[in-house]
């Protein structure tokens, strides 16, 4: 399994080219799984908004009423792009 909690620093010695080039493709790898977990969960947050907004707008003006919400609320709630928190 990759371990990216290893930094990597200029000051540590010098090594032989396999082993900088090792050093560099464990690098980007970790870079990438971060890039990529990052990603998905920004992904998952979008879905998760929406189907939220989906819901709301479902509900009638006594539950919106329970919420503290009123149909104005609800209409620029559920108008708003998926990325938008």
């Not at 690098?27 to 890039?35: E, F, I, V």
């Not at 939220?52 to 509900?59: M, P, V």
């Not at 329970?66 to 928190?85: A, S």
């Amino acid at each position: 399994m990759l371990n990216c909690t290893d930094t990597y620093s200029w000051s540590e010695p010098r090594e032989g080219v396999a082993s900088r080039i090792s050093h560099g493709v464990r690098r980007a790898a970790c870079l990438a799984d971060r890039l990529a977990t990052t990603v998905f969960a920004a992904m998952i947050a979008s879905r998760q908004r929406v189907a939220e907004r989906h819901l709301l707008a479902t509900l009638d003006d006594r539950m919106l009423k329970d919420l503290g919400l009123n149909r104005i609320d609800v209409e620029r709630e559920i108008h708003k792009r998926f990325w938008v928190d």
